[in-house]
């Protein structure tokens, strides 16, 4: 039961160390990987004309919302290859326009939307 659990406890740190989710635009999906904006995608996995990477575009069984989502899949050959540790994947990092994307995302989510022409 121990080992049940630490290897579950691995598979959250890993999926925590993946691109988060994006709601889709009016006009497109956003690359997990990168922020760009695809205009035409299909349902399922595409790849990013900017940098080239995999994601998938849809609505996930985990995702409640009503807008489909763009998202990494987990890697999961890559993970059991690197004995099911998540320290072996590599942390994700945003880029700075993806960081204003999570941000716009999350005002849309909110309803609410920040004043940025004022200094706190």
């Not at 993806?98 to 706190?120: C, R, W």
């Amino acid at each position: 039961m121990e080992a049940l659990k630490k290897s579950d406890d691995e598979f959250w740190k890993a999926v925590r160390r993946l691109p988060d989710p994006v709601t889709c635009f009016s006009n497109g999906a956003c690359c997990p990987w990168c922020g760009g904006l695809a205009k035409t995608v299909t349902f399922g996995m595409n790849n990013c004309e900017e940098c080239g990477k995999a994601y998938a575009f849809g609505y996930p069984e985990w995702h409640p919302g009503k807008d489909p989502v763009s998202w990494v899949p987990f890697p999961f050959a890559e993970f059991d290859a690197c004995g099911g540790r998540a320290d072996l994947i590599p942390e994700f990092q945003p880029n700075e326009r993806l960081k204003a994307i999570y941000f716009q995302k999350s005002e849309e989510h909110l309803g609410v939307h920040a004043d940025m022409t004022k200094p706190n």
